[in-house]
């Protein structure tokens, strides 16, 4: 058990380690390059840019599908580690006559 | 004849270890249905924390601000004429533009960046082949590559604008999740593409975190003065971006709100059985302790370093098998329930980060989950007299 | 002299008020001296168990009172019954109760185990009283691989670790060999020579000539009192 328990704190330490170096680097110079691209879970654009990169796109719009002849929503849109929601816009004034 | 109190825990301690090795199989069961629980959240707490680093990494890296137009309520491409106006701002370090849309490579969904030369060449490190440098030169994601077997110097076209003519410079390596699957060309190459001409998706610029405030009300005020061609455009910044970052990666939704259900429900059948579910001997043991001189809360020590001792082996296995699975098979079966679009077999390295933060909060997740079965009924029974209990 | 042990009006009754309600000791009076060995005797299901329990604060009774050394034990509470098990008390139960998985030197150094004593003090604790008990080639055997009357010392050796000053026995002949009867009559006089206080349940008819006090029980109550030893030296 103190073995196991030793093994795991190493494998923790060795793993913090790595990120830290060459790993890093390589996704600084990627996103230099591209203007930052990705934030979200999910590997391609697929259902809609707001789960794979909020800043391209920053509203959600697969909850006003299903449109005549358009893609249905997304189920699985919100089954991953991430899950970014629209910033709702928080002003609302009526203007008097 | 009592001795030492350090000594007494030691020896607690050691009583605790004593009596899982002697009742193996129940230890055993306990621990296997702790990782059984264990194991899912952890690989998830990993996964998510090795997506944040690198997305941590892609908001701090990228521009300070974003500026694209306001198109029904969403973002809308801008012209990449407001580019000049904007890079002469005060406090505006630099500015450029860039289009990112999606299109179909073959049957995958790819990010379509299409950036000036000046970015492109920073890319440098990371290729294999050439830089783009005639029209039409593409970067291809490593992922595509490997997929579709694309190499240096290959044409090809896209079927949503086939008259477009690519040509492979090289691959990029996939130094994070979403450099996989794209394509990265000049910003001219983009455009024609998408047959737009004179837009862009967004317009980055670049300042110093001081500087923000300043550009962000000069922008505003561009933007107040109606019916001006700047009137309309949407501005994100990256403190709001990093934000929405910090709540993207909480643990409360998306596949956490099932994992926790699950773990719960699992939880039930290793509480029973921490409890001592039908395990009258363990009642008759702790009534003869009890006889022979044991207090009540010696026992309940006991049971908890017994509880800690199961908790720290289950925590230490979820967290090497979780790191064979997702580091060393790259999460296959099991990565596709917490990245999108990755398949049985992900064809992108799964990041995983592993901290000790999160080890001390699987540990207490287990001793929660043992605990609650095996303390309170262990203190519940103590309170009888040991008769009662050898009854 | 002040009694070791006196009960008034002891009591234990189990489903009180319902129909099947036992009295299993009913209204139990005695005194026990330091340093005399007595007998509760009596058939099966007169209450001899019940009482050594009470005796030994391993049960609570339902009515009247226990005095260890003249203090009233009945409204103590766990604590502090677990310190007078601790330190006066050492049981020999009837089925012995050992720990399986553990070895003989285990099992009866077990109750040192809290009190902060080290791994080795413990053995050589549990390694003399074995060996006096002629254990000394079974300290790492487990029970399993023990006979019964080595169980038994086992369990005798594990209720003196603490060097009580009671011993008591809960039908210490039941499980054993008449060779192991002899060994340990043998070994409950021995103890009494040392000045502990022995107290033994039995329906075995060997123990009516033993003993400085045998109390007769029927049906959980106290049936008669006889003195075996002086009875022995008046017949001599």
């Known amino acids: 058990m103190i073995l196991l328990v030793v093994i795991s704190a190493a494998a923790i330490a060795v793993d913090m380690q790595t990120w830290r170096g060459r790993r890093a680097e390589d996704i600084k110079i990627f996103q230099r390059a591209t203007g930052g691209l990705g934030m979200g879970a999910i590997a391609t654009p697929m259902w809609q840019f707001i789960n794979y990169d909020a800043r391209i796109f920053s509203v959600d719009d697969s909850i006003t599908w299903p449109i005549p002849g358009g893609y249905s929503y997304g189920p699985d849109r919100t089954g991953t580690v991430s899950y970014f929601e629209e910033v709702p816009e928080d002003q609302w004034n009526i203007r008097k006559p | ?139 291809v994601g490593q992922g595509i590559a490997e997929e579709f077997a694309v190499k240096p110097g290959m044409p090809f076209t896209l079927a949503s604008n086939n008259r477009k003519v690519f040509k492979s410079a090289g691959t990029v390596s996939s130094t994070c999740l979403w450099g996989s699957d794209v394509l990265i060309m000049q910003f001219e190459d983009a455009n024609e593409f998408f047959r737009i001409v004179g837009d862009a998706s967004q317009l980055l610029l670049y300042t110093s975190p001081q500087k923000i405030p300043l550009v962000k009300k000069s922008l505003f005020h561009l933007t107040s003065q109606g019916g001006t061609p700047l009137s309309s455009i949407q501005i ?62 010696e026992i309940l020590e006991k049971v908890v370093l017994e509880n800690l001792l199961i908790s720290l082996t289950a925590v230490s296995l979820s967290i090497l098998l979780s790191m064979v699975w997702v580091k060393g098979l790259n999460g296959i079966l099991i990565a596709q329930f917490y990245v999108a679009e990755v398949g049985l077999i992900p064809h992108v390295e799964i990041p995983s980060r592993y901290l000790p933060s999160h080890a001390f909060f699987y540990l207490v997740l287990a001793l929660g989950v043992t605990l609650t079965g095996s303390l309170f009924s262990t203190w519940k029974k103590a309170r009888f007299t040991p008769g009662e209990l050898m009854r | 002299m002040e009694p070791i042990i006196k009960t008034e009006n002891l009591s234990k009754w189990y489903n009180v008020g319902r129909s099947n309600e036992v009295r299993a000791v009913d209204d139990i009076s005695l005194e026990i001296l330091e340093n005399q060995s007595i007998i509760l005797y009596g058939p099966s299901g007169s209450g001899k168990t019940t009482m050594l329990s009470l005796m030994g604060t391993i049960d609570r009774p339902t009515a009247g009172k226990i005095f260890l050394r003249g203090r009233d034990v009945t409204q103590f509470s766990d604590l502090e019954l677990s310190r007078i098990r601790r330190e006066m008390i050492g049981f020999v139960f ?90 340990l009559l043998g070994i409950l006089d021995e103890l009494k020579n040392e000045g502990k206080t022995i107290i033994i349940s039995s329906h075995d008819p060997i123990f009516k000539e033993h003993g400085d006090v045998l109390y007769r029980l029927d049906r959980g109550r106290l049936e008669g009192i006889s003195y075996p030893r002086n009875e022995g030296k008046k017949n001599r």
């Open chain 3, 94 to 183: 009837q089925s012995f109760n050992l720990f399986s998985g553990f070895s003989a030197w285990e099992n009866v150094s077990y109750p040192l185990v809290p009190m902060g004593v080290n791994a080795r003090d413990r053995f050589e604790r549990a390694k003399t009283l074995l060996e006096r008990l002629g254990l000394g080639d079974r300290l790492h055997h487990s029970p399993e691989e023990l006979s019964g009357g080595e169980q038994q010392r086992v369990a005798i050796a594990r209720a003196l670790v603490n060097n009580p000053q009671i011993l008591i026995a809960d039908e210490p002949t039941s499980n054993i060999d008449a060779d192991s009867i002899e060994r």
């Open chain 2, 236 to 297: 994100q910044d990256r403190t709001r971006i990093q934000e929405r970052l910090v709540c993207g990666y909480g643990y409360m939704d998306g596949i956490f709100v099932v994992l926790f259900v699950i773990s719960a429900a699992l939880a039930v059948s290793a509480f029973l059985v921490t409890s001592g579910f039908g395990l009258k001997e363990l009642d008759k043991e702790m009534g003869v302790l009890k006889a022979v001189g044991w207090r009540t809360w």
């Open chain 2, 1 to 139: 004849m009592e001795h030492s109190q350090a000594l007494k825990h030691r020896n607690l301690l050691l009583a605790a270890l004593a009596d899982l090795l002697r009742r193996r199989a129940r230890s055993v069961v306990v621990t296997l249905c702790l990782t059984a629980i264990l194991s899912p959240i952890v690989i998830a707490l990993a996964i998510s924390e090795g997506l944040r680093f690198q997305a941590e990494i892609a908001v701090r890296e990228g521009a300070d601000l974003y500026i694209s137009t306001d198109q029904y309520g969403g973002n809308g491409a801008i012209s990449i004429a407001f580019l000049e106006e904007l890079s002469t701002m005060q406090g505006v370090s630099r500015a450029r533009a860039r289009v990112v849309g999606r299109t179909y490579f073959a049957n995958r969904v790819v990010a379509v960046v299409g950036v000036d030369r000046q970015s492109l060449l920073v890319l440098k490190p990371l290729v294999q082949g050439t830089l783009p440098d005639a029209p039409g030169e593409v970067l």
